[in-house]
Structure formats: structure tokens, C-alpha cells
């Protein structure tokens, strides 16, 4: 599975994002898909993650009811819209597949490359 995320860029404060990450493969429905995001220096740190089928999902404390991860699996797509953004939601943020288990705590197996998001006050 190859992952490529897009949809990054700058926005001020208040503003909204849209990000994608578009997989190839046959299988795309069989993933849990999830977004982590990494600011230099720091560890990366999980955002959302969505179920194959897209009946669960779960957010980080720090984006609650501000982002929304949905997914196509028509279009082998996952989403994250980002609304209300604040300067600390800037970071590079990557999208990771995962075959095994609904969790954003064990390991990965694809990842994407990663897009920028900042967010000016």
C-alpha cells in the first residue's frame, strides 16, 4: 500500500483545512486508517483514527470537535477536515495504515510522506 497525503498549506488562526491521503491497492477497506502529526523536535503524536468500514473513530483531546476523520473507500481516500485551527495544530502531518487491530497505539504499516500545515496567528 503506498500512501500519499496532500491538502496542507498556510491558513491563519480560525481558519479550515481539508487534508487527504489517498491510497493505492485493492484492500483499502481492510485498513484502520489513521492521522499522527510531528512538529521538529518533538514526538509525533497521534490525531484521529477511523475504522475500515468508517462506523468508529476516535480523536485526540487537543482536536475534539474541531477535526473530523472520514474516509471513501470507493475512492481509496481518507480525510481529515480540520475547522478552528490554532497556531499549535501547525506540524507536518502524516497519514498511517494499519492492518491488525482498531488502535493508534501499536505499530503502523504504511506511511505517508506527509504534508505541512501551519497556522499564523
Known amino acids: 500500500v503506498q500512501l500519499q497525503a496532500s491538502g496542507g498549506g498556510l491558513v491563519q488562526a480560525g481558519g479550515s483545512l481539508r487534508l487527504s491521503c489517498a491510497a493505492s491497492?485493492?484492500?483499502?477497506?481492510?485498513?484502520?486508517m489513521s492521522w499522527f502529526r510531528q512538529v521538529p523536535g518533538k514526538e509525533r503524536e497521534f490525531v484521529a483514527i477511523?475504522?475500515?468500514?468508517?462506523?468508529?473513530?476516535d480523536y485526540a483531546d487537543s482536536v475534539k470537535g474541531r477535526f473530523t476523520i472520514s474516509r471513501d473507500n470507493a475512492k481509496n481516500t481518507v480525510y481529515l477536515q480540520m475547522n478552528t485551527l490554532k497556531p499549535e495544530d501547525t506540524a507536518v502531518y502524516y497519514c498511517?495504515?494499519?492492518?491488525?487491530?482498531?488502535?493508534?497505539?501499536?505499530?503502523?504499516?504504511?506511511w505517508g510522506q506527509g504534508t505541512q500545515v501551519t497556522v499564523s496567528s
Open positions: 491497492g485493492r484492500t483499502f477497506s481492510s485498513y484502520v
Open positions: 498511517a495504515a494499519r492492518s491488525g487491530s482498531y488502535s493508534y497505539k501499536s505499530n503502523y504499516d504504511y
Open positions: 477511523i475504522s475500515g468500514r468508517g462506523y468508529s473513530t
